[in-house]
Nanobody, 124 residues
Framework: QTQLVESGGGLVQAGGSLRLSCAASGRIFNSYGMGWFRQTPGKEREFVAA????????YYADSVKVRFTISRDNAKNTVNLQMNSLKPEDTAVYYCAAAIRWYSASGPAEYDYWGQGTQVTVSS
């Protein structure tokens, strides 16, 4: 069973930066596609970024391109999301997710395992 634990959320002023981390248990982490999603109350979970099993391909939502960077370290079973130039509209609970196999990296239904989420709040 794969478990995912996010960390690094918090309160930051607009224009600031945060780095989210996701630690995964399980011996086959390096075969999973990994993604970050976010959700605000009353809204559906929204795709943020994803990275292929070997880090060779990355995908971003248009709203975060250039500002956010996803990376992974398969030796440490971690995936990170570096968030720069944060805006108040980036405020959300951020979730890490793992996909055994995906046809669309941006679809929440493609992912098999989810973390509990970490709150990111950006003040104006």
């Amino acid at each position: 069973q794969t478990q995912l634990v996010e960390s690094g959320g918090g309160l930051v002023q607009a224009g600031g930066s945060l780095r989210l981390s996701c630690a995964a248990s399980g011996r086959i982490f390096n075969s999973y596609g990994m993604g970050w999603f976010r959700q605000t109350p009353g809204k559906e979970r929204e795709f943020v970024a994803a990275i292929s099993w070997n880090g060779g391909s990355t995908y971003y939502a248009d709203s975060v391109k250039v500002r956010f960077t996803i990376s992974r370290d398969n030796a440490k079973n971690t995936v990170n999301l570096q968030m720069n130039s944060l805006k108040p509209e980036d405020t959300a609970v951020y979730y890490c997710a793992a996909a055994i196999r995906w046809y669309s990296a941006s679809g929440p239904a493609e992912y098999d395992y989810w973390g509990q989420g970490t709150q990111v709040t950006v003040s104006s």
